[in-house]
């Protein structure tokens, strides 16, 4: 038979129960550990979110600082109002034409210069002449210092030349005739005669071909021909008939008309011509 020690079994059973203690406490440590993390990490997060709450207080106390601040500006401004300079008289410059002048103006035409008015527009006194369309029945306004859009009447040179235009060959291109409306009312509303000319030659069409010729065609035929005509008469100081013979001739239009006239008067003989022929013969008899 063995012997049984106690020392030895006591110190065995103790052994166990240091064991089990030491284990148990281990686990509660983690525990607490891990709490403690949970905790940290709570109160880490409270605070940013605080840090991120002022932070944006303060944002908008800058903010509303500065809107504050623009705000005074912005008063401040509109109580210390600009002072305005009003330009009392128009720029000064010579007049180059003179009453009872004729004058072309581009957009409609041969115009008399009437008189000179002062007109205030806008607290500005304007400096203007007055022309008068006879041929529109109308009348405007053109400020002195705009006297450039004006153009003096034409020379006798300058109609010679317009002529040698007229009698020279139409130039048509082959392009849309909207396309070429818009470049005949471009030159017409330039107001340059030689211009003019050309739109006159280009669109002529004798009277007995006018059925072919479009409405907007003919229109601006009209147009270009009677500021042509009204040029040529003031210049060369002749009658209307006179004038559209001259422009008719260089066109060669009505030219089967005026012969048939200048024949018909040479036929015609008067009544009282007859009569008075054969009383002569009864008394020399």
């Not at 030491?22 to 605080?50: F, P, Q």
């Not at 401004?77 to 600009?82: E, F, L, N, R, Y």
């Not at 003919?218 to 021909?225: M, T």
């Amino acid at each position: 038979m063995k012997k049984i020690n106690l020392k030895s079994i006591l110190k065995k059973t103790f052994k166990k129960k240091n064991n089990q203690t030491k284990s148990v406490s281990k686990k509660k440590k983690s525990v607490k550990a891990e709490k403690i993390k949970k905790n940290l990490k709570i109160v880490k997060l409270r605070k940013n979110n605080e840090k991120k709450i002022k932070d944006g207080k303060k944002i908008k106390q800058k903010k509303s600082e500065n809107n504050e601040q623009n705000l005074r500006l912005t008063k401040n401004i509109s109580d210390q109002k600009p002072e305005i300079k009003k330009i009392k008289k128009q720029s000064t410059e010579k007049r180059v034409y003179k009453i009872k002048d004729y004058v072309v103006y581009p957009k409609h035409g041969v115009g008399q210069i009437i008189e000179f008015k002062k007109i205030n527009i806008g607290g500005i006194d304007v400096e203007t002449y007055v022309l008068k369309f006879e041929k529109d029945k109308a009348s405007g306004m053109i400020p002195v210092n705009k006297q450039l859009h004006l153009r003096p009447l034409a020379t006798i040179n300058q109609i010679n030349k317009c002529v040698s235009i007229l009698k020279s060959k139409p130039k048509i291109k082959r392009s849309m005739w909207s396309r070429r409306a818009q470049e005949y009312e471009a030159k017409i509303s330039s107001g340059k005669i030689y211009e003019l000319a050309e739109v006159v030659r280009d669109l002529n069409k004798g009277e007995d071909l006018m059925i072919d010729q479009s409405y907007s065609e003919r229109q601006l035929f009209e147009k270009a021909y009677e500021r042509l005509l009204t040029e040529f008469q003031i210049v060369l100081g002749t009658n209307l008939e006179n004038t559209q013979k001259k422009l008719d001739k260089a066109l060669k239009r009505n030219l089967d008309k005026e012969a048939t006239k200048a024949a018909s008067n040479e036929a015609k003989v008067t009544p009282d011509n007859t009569v008075s022929e054969t009383n002569e013969v009864s008394e020399s008899v």
